[in-house]
């Protein structure tokens, strides 16, 4: 039986959750209630999926995907109103109300899907054009590195571009540091 996270900010909604997948046979399930209880747990774990909320303390599950190592795969419980504000294409979604039959259905072919990244490799040059920006961050704004990762991210999704793209031009605008 696979292992997922359920990330729900109330409770009860993952505890029901887990019953219903670990009753069934679907997947064994750890609970969590914040994206940074599930980076821990990505990072300690195997774990090639989570299901949750739209929101939770700290971020939304947009934010939280973009954190996952790659592989992994989400399925996002919510109202349609909510799902319509998830933009990336990534993402599973299931429209709440929903059925068990639909949660059992919908989270077999998100574990199925896990491992099966879409995204190309990022090459040596993006990457330190990605690393090179977040230095200019941290410098420019006293934050850590990952402070200046989050801050780089958000830029690149409020924009809808890729992170590497978001990285270039806050060094070619904002740095002057011309990008050859």
Same mark, same amino acid.
């Given at each position: 039986? $696979? %292992? ?7 409770? =009860? ?8 997948? @670990?009753? !069934? ?7 969590? =209630? ?9 990072? #300690?774990? =195997? ?15 947009? $934010?939280?995907?973009?954190? /996952? ?10 109202? #349609?109103?909510?799902? !319509?504000?998830?933009?990336?294409? &990534?993402?599973?979604?299931?429209? *709440?109300?929903?059925? %068990?039959?639909? /949660? ?11 491992? &099966? ?5 990022? *090459?040596?040059?993006? $990457? ?6 977040? $230095?200019?961050?941290? @410098? &420019?704004?006293?934050?850590? @590195?990952? #402070?200046?990762?989050?801050? /780089? #991210?958000? =830029? *690149? ?10 990285? %270039?031009?806050?060094?070619? &605008? @904002? ?6």
């Amino acid at each position: 039986m $696979e %292992r997922i996270a359920a990330v729900f900010e109330n409770e =009860r909604t993952g505890e029901k959750i887990r019953s219903l997948l @670990e009753s !069934t046979g679907v997947a064994r399930v750890l609970c969590c =209630r914040t994206a940074a209880e599930v980076k821990v747990l990505m990072g #300690q774990q =195997r774990i090639p999926t989570v299901v949750c909320g739209y929101k939770f303390p700290d971020g939304t599950a947009e $934010e939280l995907f973009c954190d /996952l190592p790659e592989g992994r795969t989400m399925l996002l419980l919510a109202r #349609q109103d909510l799902l !319509t504000l998830c933009e990336d294409p &990534r993402i599973f979604k299931l429209a *709440s109300p929903l059925s %068990r039959a639909a /949660l059992i259905d919908a989270v077999r072919q998100v574990v199925a899907a896990a491992g &099966r990244d879409v995204r190309p490799p990022r *090459s040596e040059k993006e $990457e330190a054009m990605i690393l090179r920006a977040k $230095e200019w961050l941290m @410098e &420019r704004y006293g934050v850590d @590195e990952e #402070q200046a990762h989050r801050l /780089l #991210q958000k =830029r *690149s999704m409020a924009g809808g571009r890729k992170l590497s793209d978001t990285a %270039r031009m806050l060094l070619e &605008r @904002e740095a002057g540091i011309a990008i050859y």
